[in-house]
């Protein structure tokens, strides 16, 4: 672990390379290693065991055992081990390992260490893009279709009540059409953060297709999802109207008509979007600018057969 020809090598490497004696206490630290943890190489050769610069003894201990049982390569090497390390500010980095037993005798080893930092933040962006609505910042229909039915496991194994939410707008057709695309554009990522601002944590909001959005409540029943749905219908009405022409003193209103279920869990996803998709359509045919609530049926019916709803229509 003296030759200067490996000593050149490892300085040299982009990489951070840690490499220990038997018992562990750090013999290499270069360069890559002083800036990625943030000790200096006097701070660390000689003076740390490794143990320290993981997150734990267990983490050390088993990445040892990794190397001798061959699980991730090799026996005496471990190929692509993803782990991370403590930092000297006490934060923790990502990273990949490759590392191998260079004397065997004396248990000696060295590590390459590869940071994942970038990786993951970019792991984690394709991740919300993939769920994410661009336009406005919720989630997507793909991605709502998904937590539905977990949702509907849940409510249906812990007896919890589900509600949702369905929504569009009224006269959002004119808006586009009069005023184009971009101002529509604008109010919808208005809802969107109307909708942030309006909901819990445990709530999900999602851009449906168009002008037509869902919201789901884990664990709130009709009732409370019914004044969840009001309070977003007088926000939004507070902050959208229009002026066709300036000329004159038209206006085009921007409302919502909205629609509320309720669900035991003892349904498809679809069940309980086509049931609110039926009280928001009941809104709009109505007049629109209003909540109403169909409660879950009995059995399986067809919906719009008000004989075999269970309280059918609540109108706020």
């Known amino acids: 672990m003296n030759n200067v020809d490996e000593t050149v090598i490892v300085s040299l490497c982009p990489d951070p390379v840690i490499g220990v004696d038997g018992s562990g206490v750090v013999q290499i630290f270069n360069a890559a290693a002083e800036k990625l943890l943030g000790y200096s190489s006097g701070d660390v050769i000689g003076r740390m065991n490794i143990s320290e610069i993981y997150p734990s003894r267990d983490a050390a201990r088993k990445i040892k055992k990794l190397m001798y049982s061959g699980s991730y390569g090799s026996k005496g090497l471990i190929e692509g081990y993803e782990a991370s390390l403590s930092c000297k500010d006490g934060s923790e980095v990502p990273i990949r390992l490759s590392a191998v037993i260079v004397d065997n005798e004396e248990g000696s080893s060295i590590g390459f260490f590869h940071d994942l930092t970038e990786r993951q933040a970019m792991e984690k962006q394709l991740h919300k893009l993939s769920v994410t609505d661009e336009l406005t910042g919720l989630f997507n229909q793909r991605h709502f279709y998904n937590v539905m039915a977990r949702e509907l496991d849940r409510a249906k194994r812990y007896k919890h009540p589900l509600s949702l939410i369905c929504f569009d707008l009224d006269n959002f057709k004119k808006v586009n059409d009069s005023l184009g695309h971009l101002e529509g554009d604008r109010v919808l990522r208005i809802i969107g953060d109307l909708l942030k601002d309006a909901l819990r944590l445990a709530d999900i909001a999602v ?25 977003i219908r007088i926000a939004f009405n507070a902050e959208c109207s229009y002026s066709m022409d300036k000329s004159d003193d038209s206006i085009v209103k921007l409302s919502m008509s909205l629609g509320v279920t309720e669900t035991d869990g003892a349904e498809k996803p679809d069940q309980v979007v086509q049931r609110a998709d039926l009280a928001m359509y009941e809104s709009k045919s109505s007049g629109g600018n209003r909540t109403v609530l169909i409660k879950q049926y009995i059995g399986d019916v067809v919906p719009g057969t008000p004989e075999n709803q269970v309280n059918t229509v609540d109108v706020c």
């Open 207 to 231: 851009r449906y297709g168009g002008d037509e959005f869902m919201v789901l409540l884990p664990e709130t029943n009709i009732s409370s999802a019914a004044k969840t749905a009001e309070r």
